[in-house]
T-cell receptor, first 112, second 115 residues
């Protein structure tokens, strides 16, 4: 069975600092990987996705993620965060079925 | 604009009452989903439907019911049998098997409070 682990429930960071949000998955088959962002009291918005090809994926709002098959990881990074990046971030995996398995989320708090 | 609408945004009910949450999409997606979100627990799948007139239980279906009479609509009923119904409910849709790679599109959510 698939699972997704987001190791950090909260990540505090100062504005303009770099950030990395960690995501590890377990699956015995090829996967599709996703990062979503959720602002307070809103739905989820897709940041980026890995389907195949280049392991470095660029998304919206300056975020990027790197797929590492040997470490079964898909960490999300941004070189310089803004106050407006404060939100909850979810990693998700699909094993080519029509369901996504979500991690428990990481709350990114950006301080001025 | 294409998208998913959920109504209402906030819903208050007394314990023991059934309540129905609305979800409509105009993306022409075949698959639709209902998730429940509680603090610190991420998203948990309640029900999903891959096609009209068919649906499957997710991980936490007890106390919930759904219908899928139209492609555009997937209402969720929270019944009085659901022991802890207060939560944030999210509806999503996707177009699996068409090259969209199972990406799900989400509505804005409904926050249900039962007292």
């Amino acid at each position: 069975a698939q699972s997704v682990t987001q190791l950090d429930s909260q990540v505090p960071v100062f504005e303009e600092a770099p950030v990395e949000l960690r995501c590890n998955y377990s699956s015995s088959v090829s996967v599709y990987l996703f990062w979503y962002v959720q602002y307070p009291n809103q739905g989820l918005q897709l940041l980026l996705k890995y389907l195949s090809g280049s392991t470095l994926v660029k998304g919206i709002n300056g975020f990027e993620a790197e797929f590492n098959k040997s470490q079964t990881s898909f960490h999300l990074r941004k070189p310089s965060v803004h106050i407006s990046d404060t939100a909850e971030y979810f990693c998700a995996v699909s094993d080519n079925t029509d369901k996504l398995i979500f991690g428990t989320g990481t709350r990114l708090q950006v301080f001025p | 604009d294409g998208g998913i609408t959920q109504s209402p945004k906030y819903l208050f009910r007394k314990e023991g009452q059934n309540v129905t949450l609305s979800c409509e999409q105009n993306l022409n997606h075949d698959a639709m989903y209902w998730y429940r979100q509680d603090p610190g627990q991420g998203l948990r799948l309640i029900y999903y439907s891959q096609i009209v007139n068919d649906f499957q239980k997710g991980d936490i279906a007890e106390g919930y019911s759904v219908s899928r009479e139209k492609k555009e609509s997937f209402p969720l009923t929270v019944t009085s049998a659901q022991k802890n119904p207060t939560a944030f409910y999210l509806c999503a849709s996707s177009a699996p098997g068409t090259g969209h790679s199972y990406e799900q599109y989400f509505g804005p959510g409904t926050r249900l409070t039962v007292t």
